[in-house]
């Protein structure tokens, strides 16, 4: 008996990383899987994008499980190709039960430096992305008076990322949308939860520059990286943490056990936002 027998999951960004977790985890418990992501980079992600082939190894892995899958190339900037990836894996399996909002994107800059195209892209993908993917599925799970969703906001949903502003207000913004519609379909049956992970091993953290913003120090290596994790999260011994922490926590909220869970951001981080901040540079510049 898996937590998500029978049920049916549409999850975004499930080429590698957490999106891809999440697929192989919901198959585990029980599920089908309608894997989507996109298959080129988008301009200043510093960090490996998932390719065709990517998105292809996620949809072996569930197959590996039992489960079926039906994966495609689409992008969340896209409510065509939403409506379209929807409507097939309604088509394919006859229902979608459970939505994971997992795809996005990330960049840094000084906000005041950023270029219009920067921010926009980040809103685009993290925040109205989520809105897009809500929005194809949501008539759906109206119609059948039932449904989970997830959507992935982040750490910086509930604290600043002065190297990130633009982020870090599309991961609030994602919370009050959450909030919003789980208010709004509560009346259908249809709870709407996110996730908030801490620093997780994916591509998106696993590169030059954040090896070198963690450590404090340029020409750190993945090592240096490792070590400075610790200090990030208040468990002990757990740095960058595996995606499967953020996959276990999904499931559940996916699952008819979480049936009393709605509007809630629940923070998967290893204690790193309770541990007493500090104020690294209190010196006014200049
Ligand atoms: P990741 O490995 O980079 O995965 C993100 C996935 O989303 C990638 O496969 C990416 O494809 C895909 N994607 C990006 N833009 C897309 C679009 N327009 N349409 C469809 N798919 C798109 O990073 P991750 O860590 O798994 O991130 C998953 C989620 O967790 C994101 O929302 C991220 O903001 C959030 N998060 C991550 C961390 C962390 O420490 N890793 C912490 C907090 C929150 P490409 O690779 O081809 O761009």
Known sequence: MGLLDGKVAFI??????????????MAREGADVIAIDIDQPIANVLYQHAS??????????????GRRVLSRIADVRS????????????????????????????????????????WDDVQDVNLKGVWRTMKAVTPHLIERRAGSMILTSSVNSVEGNPAAAHYTAAKHG????????????????????????????????????????????ENADRADYDRAALNFGAIAGQGALPPESIANAAAWLASDGAFAMTGQNIVVDAGHTILAGFNPNPVLPG
Do not use: C
Request: glycine content about 10%; aromatic content about 6%.
């Open 12 to 25: 975004t960004g499930a080429g590698h990383g957490q999106g891809r977790a999440h697929a192989v985890t």
């Open 52 to 65: 065709a082939d990517d998105l292809a190894e996620t949809a072996r892995q569930v197959s590996e499980t």
């Open 79 to 118: 409510s065509e190709a939403l409506d379209a990836v929807v409507a097939e894996g309604i088509e394919t399996f006859g229902k979608i039960d459970v939505v994971v909002a997992n795809a996005g994107i990330f960049t840094q800059a000084p906000f005041w430096e950023m270029d219009e195209k920067t």
């Open 174 to 217: 994602v919370v009050g949308l959450m909030r919003s519609a789980a208010q709004t379909l509560g009346a259908y049956g249809i709870r709407v939860n996110s996730v908030a992970p801490g620093l997780i091993d994916t591509p998106m953290t696993n590169y030059q520059a954040m090896y070198d913003q963690m450590a404090g120090r």
